[in-house]
């Protein structure tokens, strides 16, 4: 059980994908557990300007994310794990998303979270 992609063969636990995304959080300088959705008291997102976004803040279990939205998502989730170790299981699973993402760019489909 965990967060699958029908596009995607990338896979996290919702542990790991929460745990993902505080270190995306923390690579573009914020602290995921103070936004909104996730503590209190909280920031907005609209006070954060980074491709990423989209992402940190999608739900982790359902819905969907534009085809226009995952190409911007996958140039900035590539550059933001770039110096993480290739063996880093959130690397190989970025990279698979990042993978799932482009060809949901190139045929103009959503990625759908399941």
């Keep these: 059980m965990g967060l699958d992609f029908v596009q995607s063969d990338a896979h996290w636990s919702y542990s790991g994908f929460m ?18 959705g996730f503590g209190v008291p909280s920031t907005s997102w609209n006070t954060i300007d980074d491709d990423i976004v989209p992402l940190l803040f999608h ?17 900035r989730l590539a550059e933001l794990i770039e110096d993480w170790d ?29």
């Design 19 to 36: 745990s993902f995304r505080e270190r995306l959080a923390n690579a573009i300088g914020i602290n995921l557990m103070s936004m909104q």
């Design 59 to 75: 739900s982790d279990c359902d819905g969907i994310l534009p085809p226009d939205e995952c190409h911007t998502i996958a140039v």
């Design 86 to 114: 290739d063996g880093d299981y959130d690397k190989v699973q970025a990279q698979l998303l990042i993978k799932g993402m482009n060809k949901c760019y190139e045929n103009d489909e959503p990625l759908d979270f399941c």
